[in-house]
Nanobody, 120 residues
Framework: QVQLVESGGGLVQPGGSLTLSCAASGTIFSIYAMGWYRQAPGKQRELVAAITSGGSTNYADSVKGRFTISRDNAKKMVYLQMNSLTPEDTAVYYC??????????????WGQGTQVTVSS
């Protein structure tokens, strides 16, 4: 079964750090881009950061300079290092894989989400 599994969420104090991980499992030939989205209560889901298979990155303005996205293509994993966290970063964070190619289909995948809460 092809799926994305996230880990690393939790409760952290303002100013703290967390690292999220996402692993794509199953028989996958290629993934164009992997990224992280987040959705806070009452708000729309928004892009946090994304990285292509070639290493090009894109960040939301609100996280530039604080968050770093990285990817291990061989392991089919993507990471999000989050520093200087603020309560405004509190949300459910979702891993996304763009244009996942298998023997049977090509489509986008989403993880189940992991909660990040920034609070003292």
């Amino acid at each position: 079964q092809v799926q994305l599994v996230e880990s690393g969420g939790g409760l952290v104090q303002p100013g703290g750090s967390l690292t999220l991980s996402c692993a794509a499992s199953g028989t996958i030939f290629s993934i164009y881009a992997m990224g992280w989205y987040r959705q806070a209560p009452g708000k729309q889901r928004e892009l946090v950061a994304a990285i292509t298979s070639g290493g090009s990155t894109n960040y939301a303005d609100s996280v530039k300079g604080r968050f770093t996205i990285s990817r291990d293509n061989a392991k089919k994993m993507v990471y999000l290092q989050m520093n200087s966290l603020t309560p405004e970063d509190t949300a459910v964070y979702y891993c996304n894989a763009d244009r996942v190619r298998t023997i049977a289909w090509t489509r986008d995948l989403w993880g189940q989400g992991t909660q990040v809460t920034v609070s003292s």
